[in-house]
């Protein structure tokens, strides 16, 4: 892989248009909000700042127009950590204008196998996300501009297949 000089978070400040995020992972608890995390697990409610400041980003960035979204990629029944992810974070973003989608793999083969969490920005710049196997963020590579197209064939496929995050946890959400 050929790597870029940009970090993620300077694709976060530059970015003109759109950023999508491909989640791929069933547990993220050792990456971020690990604090929020055991609250949920202990029954307590949501805390009103819970989130508040990536909310604040998002806001930042949907109220100029740019679009933020992402398709989670995950089968049933879901981990506890998807039951708040989805249940406490995903509707807590929503507020700040992220749009979310679901790719169910649970009775059908996944069409992304294999294929790493990553963000795209604008279609033209892309970072991987890694993450060890307990779901533990490591950090992220930038790729050069010429491996931008292969991710977004990736983030088209999963487009394709996904549906609106309200729609499926009507169905499915607990």
């Known amino acids: 892989m050929t ?3 940009k970090t993620l978070g300077d694709l976060f400040d530059s970015f003109r248009h759109e950023a999508f995020r491909l989640e791929t992972l069933a547990d993220y608890s050792k990456s ?33 127009g740019k679009r933020i979204y992402r398709v989670h990629i995950l089968s049933r029944p879901l981990s506890d950590y998807l039951c708040f992810e989805l249940g406490w974070g995903y509707r807590k973003n929503m507020t700040g ?4 989608f679901i790719l169910d793999i649970t009775e059908k083969p996944n069409p992304l196998a294999g294929v790493p969490d990553f963000w795209c920005f604008d279609s033209e710049s892309v970072a991987v996300m890694n993450y060890d196997e307990a779901g533990k963020y490591l ?5 050069g501009p010429e491996q931008a197209a292969e991710f977004m064939r990736y983030r088209d496929t999963a487009l394709a297949q996904a549906e609106p995050f309200t729609e499926w946890w009507a169905k499915y959400g607990t």
């Not at 949920?40 to 930042?60: C, H, M, T």
């Not at 204008?97 to 979310?100: A, K, L, M, W």
């Open 97 to 100: 204008g992220e749009e979310f």
């Open 32 to 64: 971020g909000n690990v604090d929020a995390y055991q609250v949920y697990l202990a029954g307590e409610p949501q805390p009103d700042d819970y989130n508040a400041g990536w909310v604040e980003e998002l806001r930042s960035h949907t109220e100029k």
């Open 3 to 5: 790597t870029s000089s």
């Open 139 to 143: 950090g992220s590579e930038v790729l």
